[in-house]
C-alpha cells in the first residue's frame, strides 16, 4: 500500500504565497509522474501542474508564471510553490503519483487533500 500526505495549505491573501508538500510512503519501487490538481468549490477537479522523474514539467494557462512545481527523488516528495495567489485559486488541492510497486504493478494514487484560501 501506498500513502500520499500533503501538507501546507491554509489561507493567505491575495498576492501572497503558499508552499505545499506531498510525500510519499509505502511499498514503493518507483514513482514516476507527479502532480497537483485542484477541485474549487462546486466544480470539477483540473490539473494544476505535472512533473515527471526525469523532471519535466507541465502547468495549466491559469497558473503558468505563479506556481512551480519540483520534486526531491530521495525524499519521495513533490511541491508546489504558489506565488501571487488570487482568490480563484481557492481550492482542494490534491498530490497525485504514478508508482511502481516491487511487484513491478503500476498504480496510480492520490492524497487526501489540503485546502487552499485566497481572500481578496
Known amino acids: 500500500q501506498v500513502q500520499l500526505v500533503e501538507s501546507g495549505g491554509g489561507l493567505v491573501q491575495a498576492g501572497g504565497s503558499l508552499r505545499l508538500s506531498c510525500a510519499a510512503s509505502?511499498?514503493?519501487?518507483?514513482?514516476?509522474?507527479m502532480g497537483w490538481y485542484r477541485q474549487p468549490p462546486g466544480k470539477q477537479r483540473e490539473l494544476v501542474a505535472t512533473i515527471t522523474n526525469s523532471g519535466s514539467t507541465n502547468y495549466a494557462d491559469s497558473v503558468k508564471g505563479r506556481f512551480t512545481i519540483s520534486r526531491d527523488n530521495a525524499k519521495k516528495t513533490v511541491y508546489l510553490q504558489m506565488n501571487s495567489l488570487k482568490p480563484e485559486d481557492t481550492a482542494v488541492y490534491l498530490c497525485?503519483?504514478?508508482?511502481?510497486?516491487?511487484?513491478?504493478?503500476?498504480?496510480?494514487?492520490w492524497g487526501q487533500g489540503t485546502q487552499v484560501t485566497v481572500s481578496s
Open positions: 509505502g511499498s514503493i519501487f518507483n514513482i514516476n509522474t
Open positions: 497525485n503519483a504514478g508508482v511502481d510497486t516491487p511487484f513491478r504493478r503500476t498504480y496510480d494514487y
